[in-house]
């Protein structure tokens, strides 16, 4: 399997990959693909990276910049998205790995994301008291700095998300 950037010719494949995998996603609101399509929109994605098997994009992972209370540096992770026959193969670890790694070379502070605790934990992720996101539950907020302090504040995601 190989780890690349997104080029234009995988932008049908990763909007597919991502209607599939959040399609019964009682958590999702299915508008990750619209996501991904107005941060390109707006150049505002930081990284995207597609997992590629025998030609096929199999999967897709996403960073863009965030603010927090005001403060730039940090960069969210998501959406991210693995084909379902493939789901729990190992293949969104090694995007999410090699997208932090890149991301981490950039010189950012940090990574957030609002996510399931059970499954970014494994990759450094921590919820931070006084670390928030809208309405959603403070449990589900995380954050990996690296190298620096954790940060503090209200996550402000770049406005595709909320427009989708
Ligand atoms: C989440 C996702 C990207 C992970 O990719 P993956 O290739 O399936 O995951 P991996 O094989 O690297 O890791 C498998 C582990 O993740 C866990 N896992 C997978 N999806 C999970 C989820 N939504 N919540 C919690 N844990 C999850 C599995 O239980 C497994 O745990 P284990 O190693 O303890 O058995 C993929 O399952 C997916 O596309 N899910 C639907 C879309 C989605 O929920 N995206 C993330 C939104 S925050």
Redesign the pocket.
């Known amino acids: 399997m190989e780890i690349r950037d997104e080029t234009a010719a995988d932008h049908i494949a990763i909007c597919d990959?991502?209607r599939a995998?959040?399609a019964d996603?009682p958590?999702?609101d299915q508008t990750?693909a619209e996501v991904i399509e107005g941060l390109r929109a707006a150049d505002a994605i930081r990284l995207s990276l597609v997992a590629v098997s025998a030609d096929e994009v199999v999967?897709n992972?996403v960073f863009s910049d965030v603010a927090i209370d005001g403060v730039a540096g940090w960069v969210g992770l998501?959406?991210?998205?693995?084909?379902?026959a493939?789901?729990?193969?190992?293949?969104?670890?090694?995007?999410?790995k090699a997208g932090l790694d890149r991301i981490r070379a950039t010189g950012a502070a940090g990574c957030v994301?609002?996510?399931?605790p059970?499954?970014?934990g494994?990759f450094g992720f921590k919820t931070v008291p006084g670390l928030g996101y809208g309405g959603v539950p403070d449990d589900y907020v995380m954050a990996l700095a690296f190298g620096g302090a954790l940060p503090r504040g209200t996550i402000v995601f770049h406005p595709a998300f909320g427009a989708a």
């Open positions: 990959i991502t995998a959040f996603k958590y999702s990750e999967g992972v998501g959406p991210v998205s693995v084909k379902p493939l789901q729990r193969g190992g293949i969104g670890s090694v995007l999410i994301l609002v996510g399931d059970g499954y970014y494994r």
